[in-house]
């Protein structure tokens, strides 16, 4: 699908010097002098590698459309990561480099969305939040509540994160994925 350039938006995949881009950050450009632009960050969906793009309005790029498929998470085996389909039940492949320090998160059974284009898996997106235990937690300091201060633990998946002093070894706490960090108490 043909958009306009100045039609990118952040999250947009669009093909682009013969690779897939993903948009970054998009922002509308009006000099005082010559025509509106758009300056748009693009990153790699392949390489990571990134770049900084004008595109005029005039200018029209091929917008991607990625298959988005519901996989189960089997197991991982040296640093490949094993999916299922949950359909056809057909088992496939990832590197654990394509969903970088978020793969520690991944747990037997986990339902997750694979996102593909041309049939080749781009992208993994996980569920937003994950519950997981507290391994290790430093002991609270007394005089230490009276200003909001968090403390180093590490979970049971081996990640490290700053949670709230009144959370202990043992507790269970909900995890952002996206930003890996402390939620809430897990009920």
Same mark, same amino acid.
Do not use: C, W
């Given at each position: 699908m043909k958009i306009s350039g100045?039609?990118?938006?952040?999250?947009?995949?669009?093909?682009?010097?013969?690779a897939l881009w993903i948009a970054v950050r998009a922002q509308a450009v009006k000099p005082g002098k010559g025509p509106a632009y758009a300056q748009v960050e693009l990153k790699n969906v392949i390489d990571g590698t990134k770049l900084n793009e004008r595109f005029r309005a005039s200018e029209t790029v091929e917008r991607v459309r990625l298959e988005q498929k519901d996989y189960q998470f089997l197991f991982a085996e040296g640093d490949m990561l094993t999916f299922m389909d949950l359909d056809t039940y057909d088992q496939i492949q990832i590197p654990?480099?394509?969903?970088?320090?978020?793969?520690?998160? %991944?747990? $037997?059974?986990? /339902?997750?969305? =694979?996102?593909?284009? @041309?049939?080749?898996?781009? #992208?993994?997106? %996980?569920? $937003?939040?994950? /519950?997981?235990? =507290?391994?290790?937690? @430093?002991?609270?300091?007394? #005089?230490?509540?009276?200003?909001?201060?968090?403390?180093?633990?590490?979970?049971?998946?081996?990640?490290r994160i700053m949670v709230?002093?009144?959370?202990?070894?043992?507790?269970r706490v909900v995890v952002d994925t996206n930003e890996i960090t402390y939620v809430r108490r897990a009920e």
């Open positions: 100045n039609e990118i938006r952040p999250g947009n995949v669009i093909e682009h010097k013969g654990k480099d394509l969903l970088g320090e978020r793969a520690a998160f %991944l747990q $037997d059974g986990m /339902t997750v969305t =694979v996102e593909s284009h @041309e049939a080749r898996p781009i #992208g993994v997106a %996980l569920p $937003d939040q994950v /519950t997981l235990e =507290v391994v290790e937690a @430093e002991p609270v300091v007394k #005089g230490q509540t009276a200003a909001s201060s968090y403390k180093p633990a590490k979970l049971e998946n081996g990640v709230p002093p009144f959370v202990g070894v043992g507790e």
